[in-house]
């Protein structure tokens, strides 16, 4: 399995951004896939995920976020809107769960390398 993201860059705080992760190696049209984000000197945290057609948020990103698919493509989305300073961090697509919650980063098998999403104040 690989993920890939692409989409990230420099944005204004107020601004909006595009992340996506294309899956292959595997259909990931109805399984759970999530984007987690790491800021420098902190843990990477949860994000959003999606599986089959339910979504769930970080409360930080309740409201500003939102994550989708397109299950023809094994592509997952994030969109960011109103976006703030801390939200600059590097954000990572995540496939792949095992049995644990969607919440925590170790209930993923599989990650992409990673994008950088810097918003400028």
């Known amino acids: 399995v690989q993920l890939v993201e692409s989409g990230g860059g420099l944005v204004q705080a107020g601004g909006s951004l595009r992340l996506s992760c294309v899956a292959s190696?595997?259909?990931?049209?109805?399984?759970?896939m999530g984007w987690f984000r790491q800021a420098p000197g902190k843990e990477r945290e949860f994000v959003a995920c999606?599986?089959?057609?339910?979504?769930y948020y970080a409360d930080s990103a309740k409201g500003r976020f939102t994550i989708s698919r397109d299950s023809a493509k094994n592509t997952v989305y994030l969109q960011g809107n109103s976006l703030k300073s801390e939200d600059t961090a590097v954000y990572y697509c995540?496939?792949?769960?095992?049995?644990?919650?969607?919440?925590?980063?170790?209930?993923?098998?599989?990650w992409g390398q990673g994008i950088q999403v810097t918003v400028s104040s």
């Open positions: 999606i599986s089959g057609s339910r979504t």
């Open positions: 995540a496939a792949e769960r095992n049995s644990g919650s969607v919440y925590f980063a170790d209930s993923y098998e599989s």
């Open positions: 190696g595997r259909n990931f049209s109805t399984a759970p």
